[in-house]
């Protein structure tokens, strides 16, 4: 890398060379080839960027003759994501080209900024490239060099462009020269080389830079390199040896059609990889990929085989001797679009037990597991017979050897690709079968498995284990040829499930759908498949009709299933038809669909107390019974409680239990609910009077142990599933449950550090925690840093949006605490286009745009802002109008919101015209609190009334015992202000000083308590200077000038109110 002098007299001699065409302005970076400098065209007034070439290449006149070649060639190239060349030449001494210039930055700042891309972003990048490339590759152009420092982002339009096109190719010798640069090294970036490339082929073509491409996929989606080494001779061993680690093991999340396409470009020989840039981009862009390369996890035992060429590296890097790169031997491959991995021949297996009582074992083993290759419709395998014919056509006899060669030569005369070769050999206690997987074409090994058992044992278990593990299903339930005949006949529809049911135990809810989609796709027929989504759909989009129509699939598909998984189908078609009645409003068909689901389940485990999926479906239909009061919902959820535990006691792995259990204890834990914890028995209490007969003691111990459990179980989630998100998120909430929201914070910003479980929302919901744990400077500015790095391209990228929706909606009472209504307003906006529309409460299918909520929560927020009702009096009278128009079809949910609208409306806005609707919504049972009756009494004139109501005003403490929810500690803002009104200034002051944050909501609802607690320092300031307590006075002013430093405009005149106040006490 050239010195601050040599660079600076290189700058001196190119702007003295260029005058007149180009202004150099500065150099913009230095690079192994040479020095990028930015400069404006003189002629077209355009910004642009000279690359000048290293004096040592450019001393070489055969390399200057290339450089005008490949340059005049590179400059035809004009595509939108390949940065153009405009010009090329020599000019003192020095070679340089002229490219576009690309404001922004490099790929490599990004990844070092964000190790893991944001998914849609990142597929969508590696599109754009590979169709680059495709066109670069159609144009005779291969690039050599690809890599993420070659890639750059434009700051503007955020487009991915190449850059160095070609550059790379410049430096490859011609017949008379040497391989190596003069620094020893071959060149090319090791980390990015494709096999080829780093073997020394010199006649690389386009696969080579789709390779290339795909580790820089692999590594944006991973979080780390592809492979990794302590030099470059190390990673270069590795691109040429090793295969690697299946994209969806890496990168948890990521769909697995994506997973699977940049799996295939990475293929070690050439003719496996995608053939074209456009394919690769194809492939990206499609949905689901064939269920070819759809990647699943495996054992050690399982990884394929390398070939170890590392001599022929040796020889590469250390004397410069080319290899030529050849994966594939003399001889026909399978024949295009022809999977070699789906096509068998199963040679005699080798006994070298010497026992004659095995001898049948010979031919036994072709018998054995060509019998069970065969259960999967979509093999091609050649039969016993067949094979014994081919043996004898071949010479082969009875107790012969079949060695590798000859198996080949078979293989190729019955037009199959795969030959399976093995030994049976006998321990002092145990029979063992090792089988070798070989490429027909090339004759390398591709797989081994071994199993093994006692010696004396039936052996032909062995071989229904040893398909398996051929197959790549080790860990799989048993699949015996019964099985297979009542589920699936389709191998690839059968692996796609598996990956689908383990992704959906992990809440990885998108690579669940993609590859049970795929299932489905391979076996339109296939009853558990449909099952497994219809289970997902009901996660993912609760309510939504999508899950009712794949459970009745699911169903017209199931008389081939055994009776138990028959039982299964039909209990959960009672589960979703509850649940999509429950979601129009239908309560008693709900109750009546969930009822006959739990007896559905109780038949199963009647027959069977041991199946844990059956014990979670009794949770879940226990758990979502609508229940008409607190008594029956108490009955429910302790019923759904044991269901759920004997679940998870069952099988730890059943994660899907867990937010289930986790909400019953954190709501129990929670002051001000209704709901306790005992032993495993969850009370309820109809009144504050029955909790307080029960004993506020007990009452604690019961909330205490709640949190406990919450905790204890949400740190078991982690540590059996560390890289599911959704359990970090309900640890946090247990914490938060457990009024901890410091830890909560802490353990999310520890998650964001594993680019496993880094998710968009995570930073959102940090921000809501710091501001709960008394931190509000740093939760603003943790939600404007959410805003710009986690926006709606990150957000918007999960399908399951809908989830984030509450977190989202908790994180602008960061903004709205801090007076910011810019902040606040571009947080709802960006809701809005996360999830544009929710479904509509009674119609199926309908939608209704998410702005009628969001603008309701906004107004409530700008009304404990201060901001006067008539501002936003529309859009809270819409959403009124809107929710009361649909009657008795609302969900229970929503129910409350309607209730609390006219509540908001009339406590914040102080308009009188909301009483009446806000009865019609409560009902006539429920009596009007005290502040209510308070407030009418003042608005009368009646000041004596009043004073005898809020004498009934909860004082000190037992303010703290008030409840919790939506309503809870807002009354006593309110109260709070009547007893300002009414003179009572120390009463006023202490119940301000009484009311704890720590109660408020952190998510679901925008709680507009936050921005309440914030102007209550201006209030208590003003009340303190009334009492003439100075230093109080003061604080309290103090404290809200800095709560509200980033306040709106419209804000201005309350902060001028406490300043005005300030100067007050100073002057005193």
């Known amino acids: 890398m050239p010195d601050a002098e040599s660079s600076s007299e290189l700058l001196d001699s190119l702007r003295a060379a260029f005058t007149g065409q180009y202004d150099i302005e500065r150099p913009l970076g230095v690079g192994g080839m040479g020095t990028v400098f930015l400069a404006k065209d003189m002629t077209l007034d355009r910004q642009v960027a000279i690359k000048v070439i290293i004096p040592e290449l450019a001393a070489s006149k055969a390399f200057r003759q290339r450089f005008l070649n490949e340059a005049r060639t590179v400059a035809k190239l004009r595509h939108p994501n390949i940065v153009a060349v405009h010009a090329a030449g020599e000019v003192a001494g020095s070679l340089y080209f002229v490219m576009e210039y690309v404001p922004g930055e490099s790929l490599r700042d990004v990844i070092d900024r964000e190790p893991v891309a944001d998914r849609a972003r990142a597929t969508a990048i590696l599109r754009d490239l590979a169709s680059a490339l495709d066109y670069a590759h159609t144009h005779g152009v291969i690039h050599r060099d690809i890599k993420p420092e070659n890639i750059l982002i434009d700051r503007d339009s955020g487009r991915a462009m190449l850059t160095d096109f070609g550059v790379a190719g410049l430096t490859e010798p011609g017949a008379a020269e040497e391989r190596m640069t003069g620094t020893g090294m071959i060149v090319g970036s090791p980390r990015y080389m494709s096999p080829e490339q780093a073997a020394g082929e010199r006649q690389l073509d386009g696969r080579s830079d789709i390779y290339s491409l795909g580790l820089v996929g692999y590594e944006m989606l991973s979080g780390g390199p592809t492979f990794a080494g302590t030099s470059a001779v190390s990673i270069i061993t590795k691109q040429i040896t090793e295969k690697p680690t299946p994209l969806a093991e890496k990168a948890r999340g990521v769909p697995l059609a994506v997973a699977a396409s940049i799996d295939k470009a990475l293929e070690k020989d050439p003719a496996n990889r995608w053939q074209t840039g456009a394919e690769f981009a194809r492939a990206l862009a499609d949905d689901a990929p064939s269920p070819l390369y759809l990647g699943g996890r495996r054992s050690a035992r399982q990884r394929r085989t390398r070939l170890l060429v590392a001599g022929a590296i040796a020889g590469v890097l250390l004397v410069g001797v080319p290899i030529a790169w050849r994966l594939s031997a003399a001889g026909t491959g399978a024949p295009k679009g022809i999977d070699p991995r789906k096509s068998f021949f199963v040679a005699p297996f080798e006994n070298q037990t010497s026992d004659p009582s095995l001898a049948w074992l010979r031919e036994g083993s072709v018998n054995m597991l060509t019998l069970n290759l065969s259960n999967w419709s979509d093999l091609n395998v050649v039969d016993y017979e067949r094979t014994l014919d081919l043996l004898r056509d071949a010479d082969i006899g009875e107790n012969s050897r079949v060695g590798l060669e000859a198996a080949r030569g078979i293989a190729r005369e019955a037009g199959v690709w795969t030959v399976v070769l093995g030994q049976i050999t006998r321990g002092s206690d145990s029979l063992r079968v090792m089988a070798r997987v070989f490429d027909v074409a090339s004759g390398r090994a591709v797989q081994q498995a071994e199993v093994a058992a006692a010696a004396g044992s039936d052996p032909r278990g062995l071989f229904d284990r040893l398909s398996r593990e051929l197959l790549d299903l080790a860990g799989a339930p048993p699949m015996t040829p019964e099985m297979a005949k009542t589920t699936t006949s389709s191998l690839e529809a059968y692996k796609a499930y598996l990956t689908g ?10 690579v669940a759908d993609s590859a049970l989609a795929l299932a489905i796709r391979a076996d339109s027929t296939y009853a558990l498949a449909y099952y497994k989504r219809a289970l997902l759909s009901g996660w993912k989009k609760p309510g939504d009709t999508i899950g009712v129509h794949l459970i009745r699939l699911a169903a017209r598909y199931a008389t081939r299933l055994p ?18 009645a429950a979601f129009r409003g239908d309560t008693a068909t709900s109750r009546r669909q969930f009822t006959a689901a739990q007896g559905k389940y109780a038949a199963l485990l009647a027959r069977d107390s041991t199946d844990a999926e059956a014990w979670y479906g009794m949770g879940d239909a226990y758990f979502h019974t609508p229940s008409p009061n607190t008594a029956a919902l108490s009955f429910n959820w302790t019923r759904s409680l044991r269901a759920f535990n004997r679940t998870l006691a069952l099988d730890s792995t059943f994660h899907l239990a867990y937010p289930h259990t986790l909400q019953i204890y954190s709501m129990a834990a929670t002051r001000g609910q209704s709901l306790i914890l005992v032993g495993d028995s969850v009370i309820g209490f109809e009144s504050q009077a029955a909790s307080e007969a029960f004993g506020r003691d007990r009452v604690l111990e019961a909330r205490k142990l709640a949190s406990v459990r919450a905790v204890q179980d949400a740190r078991h989630w982690v540590e059996t599933d560390p890289d599911a998100g959704e359990a970090h998120l309900a640890l946090a909430d247990a914490h938060v449950a457990s009024n901890d929201p410091a830890a909560a914070a802490a353990g999310l910003r520890l998650a964001m550090s594993r680019p496993t479980v880094r998710s968009p929302i995570l930073p959102y919901r940090i921000a809501t925690l710091e501001l709960a744990s008394g931190r509000p400077k740093d939760a603003l500015a943790s939600l404007r840093q959410a805003m710009r790095t986690y926006g709606y391209d990150s957000l918007s990228r999960n399908a399951s949006g809908l989830q984030y929706f509450g977190h989202l909606l908790g994180a602008t009472a960061v903004a709205a605490h801090a007076g910011s209504i810019a902040d606040m307003n571009a947080m709802f906006r960006l809701m809005e286009r996360v999830v544009p529309t929710f479904p509509e409460p009674g119609k199926p299918g309908s939608m209704v745009p998410s702005n009628t909520y969001t603008r309701t929560f906004a107004a409530f927020n700008l009304l404990a802002m201060g901001i006067d009702l ?70 009368v004139g009646d000041t004596a009334r009043a004073e005898k109501i809020a004498a009934q005003f909860a004082r000190g403490d037992t303010i703290k015992s008030k409840a919790s929810g939506q309503q809870g500690l807002l009354d006593a803002f309110v109260e709070a202000e009547v007893l300002t009104i009414l003179g009572d200034t120390r009463g006023a002051a202490a119940t301000y000083e009484a009311i704890d944050p720590n109660r408020f909501m952190t998510q679901g609802f925008p709680d507009p308590r936050w921005p309440l607690y914030a102007r209550s320092f201006l209030a208590r ?26 306040a709106d405009p419209k804000l201005q005149p309350q902060l001028q109110r406490a300043r005005d106040g300030l100067a007050r006490l100073k002057d005193a």
Do not use: C
């Not at 009776?563 to 589960?575: F, L, N, Q, T």
């Open 501 to 510: 049911v383990h992704a959906l135990d992990g809440w990885e809810f998108d």
């Open 563 to 580: 009776p138990r998984e028959r039982g299964i189908v039909d209990a959960y078609m009672s589960v979703a038809e509850g649940n999509a």
């Open 870 to 939: 008539k501002e936003v009096k529309r859009d809270v009278d819409g959403a009124m109008q809107k929710l009361a128009s649909y009657g008795d079809k609302l969900p229970a949910e929503q129910r409350q919101m309607a209730i609390m609208l006219p509540y908001y409306a009339y406590i914040l806005g102080r308009d009188t015209s909301y009483l009446a609707p806000l009865k019609r919504a409560a009902g006539p049972s429920v009596a009007a609190p005290p502040v209510y009756q308070a407030l009418a009494a003042i608005e």
């Open 1021 to 1046: 300031g003003q009340l303190y200077e009334r009492i003439g307590d100075k230093a109080k006075a003061e604080a309290a002013y103090t404290t809200f000038l800095d709560l509200w430093k980033d």
